[in-house]
DNA sequence: TCCATTCTCTGACTCTAGTCAGGCAATAAG
DNA sequence: CTTATTGCCTGACTAGAGTCAGAGAATGGA
């Protein structure tokens, strides 16, 4: 693995030239795979439709514009997809595949796999081990990097979301369970101005992390709910909301922030220590909580 | 960096995942790097003409068909090429971009880079440089998985062509220079079949590698001009080309392979130690070897 | 109940990116 | 000098992928 020193320019540059490689690469694969008998758009679409799941037309549109009602006729004169009402709403049409759909959605996936094993194949068991593990590198870190950051009301429905989850996460986790109203910070009041402020990740839309900052007049900012998303793990989100949480706190004339943290959460602990937390004696009295920290902003 | 084991099965699955991802985001960007008020075929072209090159028409429509008169129409309408006849044959014409053009190029440089940019933007500094030597990693092995390997006559152009820079080469490196006619092997029948073959490997067509197996009655297969291209190395094609010289000697019955070397080729000799060659006393007169090797095939 | 909105479809149109056959001019081969 | 070939262009045509405006049906709200 190339482990050398590059300078901004020539990141830019590899990203440019990974780019153009692989758009070679993946976009033949991808049209030849897409590209039998059937268009492109009408290959997508059989696709995306997927083969067990029936699908609102409404939500197809969305991705596909008015197009789709001209595609979805032409998949339906060929007898691989069945449109019909919703059951509910009978303005809302739905889709799913036919048998002869998911045939042939399955000659699409056969197809895919093919390709896939092709690039594979010249190589050597080495090679491929280190291939698919830079693929699996490349996709974390791409991902990582169309994950959005922005500050939203704690009583915003996706804020919402992730507290639920954070809660439940932490009923599983602790050997004591956990209680939301044995915990300190009852009030969502003192994660929103001026009290405080609420961030939210979002992956595509969804949200997929939070965190909140507490900003009381008489004592150091604290760092409160910090939560990402079991799927969304492994893409360094923790460590850029807390470094974001950070910043938002010195912007504002903080010197000083701590946080504390149950024991149970190994992975965060972690965390705190690499990005230059140090433990310190316990500055409340949350019944949850096994260890203190805090960091000096620079 | 994951490093897990994974099985085949897993591995043509994380391939498939990748190209979804990646085709998803590079294609985003080269859409939109592309889609400028300029229509996609005709910003491909303005790009491929290039800043400062002169182009034959004649070899361009190799690539995009009889359509590129209409192409070179349009942008020579708007001013951005220049169309002139060849000065040697007046038939073939050629392209240049006018400063209008390069100014228009550049554009789509510009956007270019700024896309890659944000991919890196939201990334920080470690993960930057995990994800370019990612990148460069699978940009390496993707292109050493379309090098294709055929049995050439060692007479065709490219087989020459290989063979020519590899003596060049050796000039170069040899202490004493290197004399084409006091080495062993003058003959080319000698790679030829029935008394021997020779393998080359293309890459996009084009000749980068290339190896010959001598087969005489009565001694073991010899491996002999080894090559690759100084543009292909680190893809792990002489690894390939050693191991398919090798499986063929097995297959024409060979017990054993030997091949000499000389000192100054270091990642050679490397090569042949790392795959199974044993160093032996010297078994020809070859004025330039300074090691004899040999392998007995399983 | 009536009215506005939502969801979908369709006809008419457009643009891009081709293909194909034919034609013209320059050059190469005999 | 004639003929064949090469390279390029153009007109006529096509397919795919859309856009846009309008219409019709179902639903929700006042």
Request: glycine share 6%.
């Given at each position: 693995m190339d482990t050398e020193r590059r300078t901004p320019g020539q990141q830019v540059e590899q990203v440019r030239r990974f780019n153009r490689t692989v758009a070679e690469h993946v976009g033949v694969l991808h049209d030849q795979y897409l590209g039998g008998a059937r268009p492109y758009g009408q290959a997508r679409l059989l696709w995306e439709i997927?083969?067990?799941?029936?699908?609102?037309?409404?939500?197809?549109?969305?991705?596909?514009?008015?197009?789709?009602?001209?595609?979805?006729?032409?998949?339906e004169a060929d007898g691989l997809v069945a449109v019909e009402p919703h059951p509910r709403d009978r303005r809302v049409r739905t889709v799913r595949l036919t048998d002869a759909g998911r045939t042939e959605r399955a000659q699409l996936d056969a197809r895919s796999q093919d390709l896939a094993g092709s690039l594979l194949?010249?190589?050597?068991?080495?090679?491929?081990?280190?291939?698919?593990?830079?693929?699996?590198?490349?996709?974390?870190?791409?991902?990582?990097?169309?994950?959005?950051?922005?500050?939203?009301?704690?009583?915003?429905?996706?804020?919402?979301?992730?507290?639920r989850s954070y809660t439940a996460?932490?009923?599983?986790?602790?050997?004591?369970?956990?209680?939301?109203?044995?915990?300190?910070?009852?009030?969502?009041?003192?994660?929103?101005?001026?009290?405080?402020l609420f961030l939210l990740a979002r992956l595509h839309g969804e949200p997929v992390g939070c965190g909140g900052l507490k900003l009381p007049a008489d004592a150091p900012a604290e760092i409160k709910r910090l939560w990402i998303s079991p799927q969304a793990r492994g893409l360094g989100l923790a460590r850029r909301l807390l470094s974001q949480l950070e910043s938002r706190a010195n912007d504002l004339g903080r010197k000083v922030v701590r946080l504390d943290t149950n024991r149970a959460l190994e992975a965060a602990t972690r965390l705190y220590r690499t990005s230059g937390y140090t433990e310190v004696p316990a500055f409340n009295d949350e019944p949850y909580a096994h260890h203190w920290f805090e960091k000096h902003l620079a």
């Open positions: 997927g083969d067990t799941e029936t699908h609102d037309v409404r939500s197809v549109r969305a991705r596909h514009s008015g197009y789709i009602s001209r595609l979805l006729r032409a998949l194949h010249p190589l050597d068991p080495a090679q491929r081990t280190r291939l698919t593990a830079a693929m699996a590198e490349v996709e974390r870190l791409l991902t990582a990097s169309v994950v959005s950051v922005e500050t939203l009301d704690p009583d915003h429905p996706d804020a919402v979301h992730c507290l996460e932490l009923g599983q986790l602790f050997d004591s369970g956990f209680d939301p109203d044995r915990t300190l910070l009852p009030d969502p009041g003192e994660l929103r101005a001026p009290r405080g």
